[in-house]
Nanobody, 118 residues
Framework: VQLVESGGDLVQTGDSLTLSCEVS????????IGWFRQAPGEEREGVSC???????YYADSAKGRFTISTDVAKNTVYLQMNNLKPEDTAIYSC?????????????WGQGTQVTVSS
């Protein structure tokens, strides 16, 4: 199993960015899959995930600004992030597993850096 993130960048406050997580080793939808982030000196936190029943979950900080989606043909999960703020600066990682909605991931990507300048 491999999860490969891409799309991180240095952007300005208010900009938009789309992160991608390309999956190999299982089919998107087989497991819950989602995005987590970790800022320097902080614990990793969940941002958004899709359960294996298709239910979407968002952290309060992501509601109204971020949208998670999947492309089954490309076996890829996306995180569209709008109106980015400096506090969104973090390493964003893709995680997956049958218990992901409970916060337990069996598989992790290497992460992609998102930096939002003020």
């Amino acid at each position: 199993v491999q999860l490969v993130e891409s799309g991180g960048d240095l952007v300005q406050t208010g900009d938009s960015l789309t992160l991608s997580c390309e999956v190999s080793g299982f089919t998107v939808g087989e497991y819950a899959i989602g995005w987590f982030r970790q800022a320097p000196g902080e614990e990793r936190e969940g941002v958004s995930c899709i359960g294996n029943d298709g239910t979407k979950y968002y952290a309060d900080s992501a509601k109204g600004r971020f949208t998670i989606s999947t492309d089954v043909a490309k076996n890829t999960v996306y995180l569209q992030m709008n109106n980015l703020k400096p506090e969104d600066t973090a390493i964003y990682s893709c995680g997956a597993g049958p218990l992901l909605v409970s916060g337990i991931a069996d598989y992790w990507g290497q992460g992609t850096q998102v930096t939002v300048s003020s």
